[in-house]
């Protein structure tokens, strides 16, 4: 099996900085693109950032310039520096990745539990 487990996040104020961490464990043979989603109260879950093994990144315009994808493929984890953050930053942050398996060789995607970033005005 596979698990996707998401760290740091917690209540910041406006203007302020956090770091998620997101670290992938189970029978893994490669990850392929990571990244990172948020769902917002009464929000549908949207995209935030998206990163490939290759380490091509992709932003929407709302967070662009404010919020960086990286990940260290020895360690299978993927990180998300968000700095000048804005009350509407606030969600529930997802991780996702597209791995393959060691027994089947396929590709699944999965998603982690998901962290609670806050950000007061």
């Known amino acids: 099996q596979v698990q996707l487990v998401e760290s740091g996040g917690g209540l910041v104020q406006a203007g302020g900085s956090l770091r998620l961490s997101c670290a992938a464990s189970?029978?893994?043979?490669?990850?392929?693109?990571m990244g990172w989603y948020r769902q917002g109260p009464g929000k549908q879950r949207e995209l935030v950032a998206t990163?490939?093994?290759?380490?091509?990144?992709n932003y929407p315009d709302s967070v662009k310039g404010r919020f960086t994808i990286s990940r260290d493929n020895a360690k299978n984890t993927v990180y998300l520096q968000m700095n000048s953050l804005k009350p509407e930053d606030t969600a529930v942050y997802y991780c996702?990745?597209?791995?393959?398996?060691?027994?089947?060789?396929?590709?699944?995607?999965?998603w982690g539990q998901g962290t609670q970033v806050t950000v007061s005005s």
């Open positions: 990163i490939t093994s290759g380490g091509s990144t």
């Open positions: 189970g029978r893994i043979l490669r990850i392929n693109t």
């Open positions: 996702n990745a597209d791995i393959v398996g060691t027994i089947y060789r396929d590709t699944n995607n999965y």
